[in-house]
């Protein structure tokens, strides 16, 4: 079982958890997904694949000629201090003032109706951070989610607004032509990296990463190390916890071996999966839902990565809130690794844990491999 220890840091961020014997050690059955090697390419392609192939034809083609310059004078509406979201869910109202949420209460109409005109792909607004009844968050942002039909899971982007959807719905519908809100008009290829952003089709090649992670076995690791925080609070799990399958809304109900993974790792884990940049990771919470895997006895939480040219993603099982974060100081360039209470170690002593999360082999010693 773990123990799980809370941190008070500074007193802002109240309390931080740590998963001991967990989150440095390696897991066992990393490997998963019965995927064998990368290269066999005449497989059928998947859904995000085929969008990858178009993003690239589209960043590949010809900038368009003749564009709109859209309305030259325009009439600014001062937005009320004050707003209501009101909760098509639950019928609450939540308040908002200036201030985190604003933003995103102001792009709702507009996403709605765009993802109403998107049919070519399988997507929906996910409204609940914006309900302080019903999901809520500290900085409430519309997350958009994308159900790629050869995936459980749904791909989620934090953060969309009404240009995202609009470039989605142009880029779907071929054109080359992206449009604004003010019908200024500019080459839909300037935005090919936001939509790989937005469908999870970043090209990153699995022998790239192996090549980096060969350099960071190379590099001098750092000798100023943050010590952390020194003083901890002991936090039992909760009794028992409820996990609602954000996939089919049914309701799990855990009871205290399974509640620290659902109240504490899961929305940790989220928010990692979301902050990783530069390469597709995400978070496959399945195993968590009762009625989507009654068939799992131990769930647990896994990643899925999506490597450039190969035709299924890689499944990593299990993972913790400190693999994420492993992923995203790799990927950042950073050389060190932050440990959940403010502890820094070298980002080179978790390079075997590294490769295991991305399904990589761990670098030799002192030898160099050039990118396979
Ligand atoms: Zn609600
Ligand atoms: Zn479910």
Redesign the pocket.
């Known amino acids: 079982m773990h123990y799980v220890v809370g941190a008070l840091v500074t007193g802002a961020l109240a309390l931080i958890v740590l998963l001991f014997g967990g989150c440095l050690q390696p897991a066992q059955g990393t490997e998963g997904g019965g995927d064998p090697d990368e290269g066999t390419g005449d497989k059928r392609e998947s859904q995000r694949q085929r969008l990858a192939q178009r993003l690239k034809a589209l960043a590949a083609s010809p900038a368009p000629t003749d564009l709109a310059m859209g309305a030259m004078c325009y009439a600014a509406i001062p937005a009320s201090p004050v707003a209501d979201y009101v909760c098509p869910d639950c019928g609450e109202k939540t308040q908002y003032a200036d201030g985190p949420g604003r933003g995103a209460l102001g792009e709702v109409e507009g996403c709605r109706r765009l993802v109403e005109e998107i049919d070519e792909l399988d997507v929906s607004l996910d409204e609940s951070e914006l309900c302080a009844s019903c999901g809520g968050a500290e900085k409430p942002q519309l997350i958009l989610a994308i159900h790629y039909e050869d995936e459980d899971t749904p791909r989620r982007v934090r953060g969309v607004t009404q240009r995202d959807l609009r470039l989605l719905r142009e880029f779907l519908d071929g054109e080359k032509v992206h449009t604004d809100s003010q019908d200024f008009e500019s080459p839909l290829k300037d935005y090919t990296d936001r939509l790989a952003e937005i469908l999870g089709t970043r090209q990153v090649t699995r022998a790239n990463l192996q090549a980096r992670l060969a350099e960071l076995a190379q590099t001098e690791p750092p000798t100023e190390l943050a010590p952390g925080a020194m003083c901890y609070e002991i936090a039992m799990p909760p009794e028992r916890a409820e996990y609602i ?6 309701r ?1 109900l855990y009871g205290q071996e399974l509640a620290g993974l659902i109240e504490w790792d899961l929305e940790s884990c989220r928010r990692r999966a979301e902050a990783i940049e530069g390469m597709d990771v995400t978070l496959d919470e ?1 195993e ?6 009654p068939e799992i006895e131990d769930p647990t939480l896994a990643i899925l990565i999506h490597y450039a040219g190969e035709p299924e993603p890689l499944r990593i099982d299990p993972v913790q809130p400190a693999d994420l974060k492993l992923i995203s100081e790799f990927l950042g360039g950073s050389l060190v690794h932050e440990g959940e209470t403010g502890f820094e170690t070298p980002l080179v002593d978790h390079m075997d844990r590294l490769a295991e999360v991305l399904g990589l082999d761990a670098p030799a010693e002192t030898v160099v491999e050039e990118g396979a």
Do not use: I, N
């Open positions: 399958c954000p996939t089919c809304g049914e799990t399945s968590l839902c009762r009625s989507c895997t």
